[in-house]
């Protein structure tokens, strides 16, 4: 059987960023960086999170923009040529269009290329924590032995069923992002907060309560609301995502000992990961991705 790689993109956010294609972040002067690693373009230097954020934080404005379609082919071919199929996991066509559309123009050329072996663009409809997610379920399917055909089937089942929920503690990024209106500024002098989920159309969507007081005790409001003793078992226990950037108020320790205590998820997958730059660029402190599989 043919061995099957499985390829993201940084909007995904994957725990081991070897076969990952870098978005690129580009700075309010226009200078463009890899978003966490370099691939080819030795003019582009690498920008890390933590650097995007410190930035952000300061006042500069970011945004982001799909890989370009010759780093995908660059990444791609060698497993090509070594006679291995891919399956590359696309960051929501509802968050970024242009993820999709440049992998599977590559997607196409590649294919062209390599008549015997090839490569199949899944359109994740998800991104950050979820991306996390569905990396690590694809990882382990082809540790499973499965064909690519199946893995691809089992993926596009698989995608519907992924929560990737964000909690915001402050909307003041987002605006100057571009991805909030103005107007979205006055709820931080009022001290709300906000979860967010990529609905099943793969695009960010607010839900409802919204939550108003102090920061982290907010955050366990909003995480116990997620995952509780009643619902839980809804939930894969061999999946779970945490995600984060940089955190001032929140206390993630209670939270991971809070998840610890249900007794329900593997414990070695309570840990954070960071986000990488493309949401780093936001400057949001205390913003938390969770990301499950309801079964």
Avoid: W
């Avoid at 992998?103 to 490569?119: F, Q, R």
């Avoid at 998820?265 to 309570?270: P, V, W």
């Amino acid at each position: 059987m043919v061995e099957t790689i499985i390829t993201t993109d940084s909007g995904c956010n994957p725990k081991n960023i070897e076969n990952m294609v870098p978005d690129i972040v580009v700075d309010s002067d226009g200078t463009n960086y890899y978003d966490v690693k370099k691939i080819s373009n030795d003019k582009i230097r690498v920008i890390s999170c933590e650097e995007t954020f410190k930035r952000a934080v300061s006042g500069e404005k970011f945004h982001t923009s799909a890989p370009s379609i010759g780093d995908y082919i660059t990444l791609m071919t060698p497993y090509l040529e070594a006679g291995k199929n891919i399956i590359h996991l696309s960051t929501s066509s509802g968050v970024s269009a242009g993820s999709v559309n440049a992998s599977n123009v590559a997607a196409g050329i590649l294919n062209g290329d390599y008549g015997d072996n090839k490569v199949e663009v899944i359109d994740t409809l998800t991104a950050g924590s979820g991306g996390t997610i569905i990396n690590e379920y694809a990882n382990d399917l082809v540790k499973k032995g499965l064909s690519t055909k199946e893995i691809k089937e089992e993926l596009l089942k698989i995608r519907k069923n992924i929560l990737a929920t964000f909690y915001i503690s402050k909307v003041k990024g987002f605006v100057s992002s571009g991805r909030a209106p103005k107007a979205a500024g006055l709820s931080d002098k009022l001290s709300f907060r906000f979860r967010i989920d990529i609905n099943g159309e793969g695009k960010l969507m607010p839900k409802l309560p919204f939550y108003r007081g102090s920061i982290h005790t907010q955050f366990m409001k909003y995480l116990k609301h997620i995952i509780n003793e009643k619902n839980m078992e809804e939930y894969n226990p061999n999946y779970l995502a945490l995600l984060i950037t940089s955190l001032n108020e929140i206390d993630l320790e209670e939270a991971k000992d809070y998840l610890k205590n249900l007794n329900y998820f593997k414990k070695e997958l309570i840990e954070e990961i960071k986000f990488y730059s493309a949401i780093s660029s936001y400057g949001v402190e205390d913003q938390v991705g969770i990301a499950l599989i309801k079964k």
